[in-house]
């Protein structure tokens, strides 16, 4: 298979991750970071050696002090917009729901757990099932659990934000990833890929809503990884040319927007490997479809594409990552993918 992703990743493991990994932290964007430094802000950050570039930091727009933890990324050919930040601490709870009103984003992934190896990750800020409200009054904001599904390696919680100045009310999903162990990346990205398309079917994504908010403890290393597995699935659909996709040239602008994105070596290499299990339906569906019948219909040899909210609806080939029924109500740091749901879709709504 003469892709291009494939290529890079035999080529990175004949020289070493670590390598690899080194040469991409000199290249990276070291751009200005000042507001984090300054002295109101320093409590507001998880980690010292973690701040938001100055251009790309996300300004919380009520209240006297405008600085926030989180970093806006926005990759315009995939026409993606992401909000990572860092796993809130006690006293941000109530500036992070802030943000997520403000933004008018629809969904929030969560890609830690609150305790890892001994050792505060992020702080709860949504309810507990037995209490089911919280209220922020820092920041004017009550949170109400609305409902609750527990997966096999996720949990997802629809939310009722209202902001209590105004009364008004929106609906938000949090995707909780409970799949990544203590030490180093999954050991394979079935269940990873699987939550994506989770998190892609819910409508979160789409244009129509403000930007996809994704944290893990420094908003960093695990983020990194979620967002560069999304987007290269996604230009490989909608480029003519998935094998032109290249992981490094992505992941290198996505750096611009935010510092350190992808945080190991190890984390960078199970990208790498999810990106090429989650894109195999793609080029299974795209072979069938170089046939001499099936080239005259369009450059992909879809039988009927279709657009959904700007996306690209893969055709009936695309079996593991074709549409899927909407859902209505510091980090640390290979098997054949297949995706399977509890629940099975009903109709289509690639995202």
């Excluded at 004017?140 to 902001?163: V, W």
């Excluded at 799949?179 to 180093?184: C, E, I, L, R, S």
């Excluded at 819910?202 to 979620?226: M, N, Q, T, W």
Aim: with cysteine; glycine share 6%.
């Amino acid at each position: 298979m003469n892709l291009g992703v494939e290529a890079e990743f035999r080529e990175i493991e004949e020289k070493q991750w670590s390598v690899f990994f080194q040469e991409l932290d000199v290249i990276s964007n070291n751009l200005p970071f000042k507001h984090a430094k300054l002295p109101e802000n320093k409590g507001r950050n998880r980690y010292r050696e973690v701040s938001p570039f100055d251009h790309s930091r996300v300004r919380l727009q009520a209240g006297t002090n405008d600085y926030i933890n989180a970093s806006l990324v926005i990759i315009k050919e995939a026409r993606r917009k992401y909000i990572l930040t860092q796993g809130p601490l006690p006293s941000t709870c109530g500036h992070f729901w802030q943000m997520v009103w403000e933004q008018r984003s629809f969904g929030v992934v969560m890609l830690n757990r609150i305790i890892e190896l001994g050792s505060v990750k992020c702080t709860q800020y949504w309810p507990p099932s037995e209490i089911k409200e919280l209220e922020f009054r820092d920041t004017g904001f009550k949170l109400t659990l609305i409902k609750e599904d527990e997966k096999a390696n996720c949990i997802i919680r629809h939310l009722e934000l209202e902001n209590t100045k105004t009364q008004e009310a929106r609906h938000v999903i949090h995707f909780h990833y409970t799949a990544w162990p203590d030490f180093g990346p999954p050991e394979n990205p079935t269940s990873f890929l699987s939550f994506i398309l989770f998190v892609r079917v819910s409508g979160c994504l789409s244009e129509d809503k403000g930007p996809l908010v994704v944290h893990c403890s420094a908003g960093i290393g695990r983020s990194g990884v979620f967002c560069l597995v999304d987007t290269c699935l996604l230009l490989m659909t909608t480029r003519k040319d998935p094998y032109s996709v290249c992981v490094r040239d992505v992941l290198l602008e996505m750096r611009k927007y935010r510092m350190d994105l992808v945080q190991t070596p190890q984390q960078l290499r199970f990208a790498y490997v999810a990106i090429l299990e989650g894109v195999k339906p793609i080029l299974r569906s795209l072979a069938i479809q170089q046939s001499p019948v099936m080239r005259s219909l369009d450059p992909f040899g879809r039988m009927a594409p279709k657009w959904v909210h700007g996306h690209h609806v893969p055709f009936e080939g695309v079996s593991s990552w074709r549409s899927q029924e909407p859902m209505t109500d510091s980090d640390e740091e290979d098997a054949p993918f297949t995706f399977r749901t509890s629940s099975p879709p009903q109709s289509p709504h690639w995202l």
